[in-house]
T-cell receptor
Framework: SQQGEEDPQALSIQEGENATMNCSYKTSINNLQWYRQNSGRGLVHLIL?????REKHSGRLRVTLDTSKKSSSLLITASRAADTASYFC???????????FGGGTRLMVKP | ETGVTQTPRHLVMGMTNKKSLKCEQHLGHNAMYWYKQSAKKPLELMFVYSLEERVENNSVPSRFSPECPNSSHLFLHLHTLQPEDSALYLCASSQGAGGRTDTQYFGPGTRLTVL
């Protein structure tokens, strides 16, 4: 089973609304990262949150991390049509060389 | 996206063909990665190179053969592929492979179709 699982798998909202995506994971982590992918393109790193951090902001993005529940959320405020993309969480364990990605949330923002 | 480039962007090949995917990073990073992204499946890590040495090989079939001649270039040699190998192949790089806070920078991918 995969380390990170996003919820929901798909989300459709109107421009201007907020979008919240959740990620759950199974094992202890060193950090959790969120990436964005436009259709058929490479992933772009958005934000990294360390295991000792609880919340982080970057522009219209807000990420929270609850290590007791092994979950994270990504909030995009005042969404725009250009935010339409797939969003992935990825976790790095304390010992690993690798990032383990979840299946992603497909976000559609309607103008 | 200009930090990590991949060629070709699209590739159609028959099962008996031999082809290679190329990745180049212009970021001065020491680690490079190959991922496979299939429809409705999570991103799958295939190979990790750190300072030109392979450090991870995630049980990838031998019909995929990676090559890392230097820290800026990474190849994926393909031969006798199967239709189920059709996918988006993504290359990524990071400052180091063991760094606990390393983020990865991805190329645009090669869309591979195996007929």
């Amino acid at each position: 089973s995969q380390q990170g699982e996003e919820d929901p798998q798909a989300l459709s909202i109107q421009e201007g609304e907020n979008a919240t995506m959740n990620c759950s994971y199974k094992t202890s982590i060193n950090n959790l990262q969120w990436y964005r992918q436009n259709s058929g393109r490479g992933l772009v790193h958005l934000i990294l949150i360390r295991s000792n951090e609880r919340e982080k902001h970057s522009g219209r993005l807000r990420v929270t991390l609850d290590t007791s529940k092994k979950s994270s959320s990504l909030l995009i405020t005042a969404s725009r049509a250009a935010d339409t993309a797939s969003y992935f969480c990825a976790t790095r364990t304390h010992a690993g060389n690798m990032l383990t990605f979840g299946g992603g949330t497909r976000l559609m923002v309607k103008p | 996206e200009t930090g990590v480039t991949q060629t070709p962007r699209h590739l159609v090949m028959g099962m008996t063909n031999k082809k290679s995917l190329k990745c180049e990073q212009h970021l001065g990073h020491n680690a490079m990665y190959w991922y496979k992204q299939s429809a409705k499946k999570p991103l799958e890590l295939m190979f990790v190179y750190s300072l030109e040495e392979r450090v991870e090989n995630n049980s990838v079939p031998s019909r995929f053969s990676p090559e890392c001649p230097n820290s800026s270039h990474l190849f994926l040699h393909l031969h006798t592929l199967q239709p189920e190998d059709s996918a988006l192949y993504l290359c990524a790089s990071s400052q180091g492979a063991g760094g606990r806070t390393d983020t990865q920078y991805f190329g645009p991918g090669t869309r591979l179709t195996v007929l």
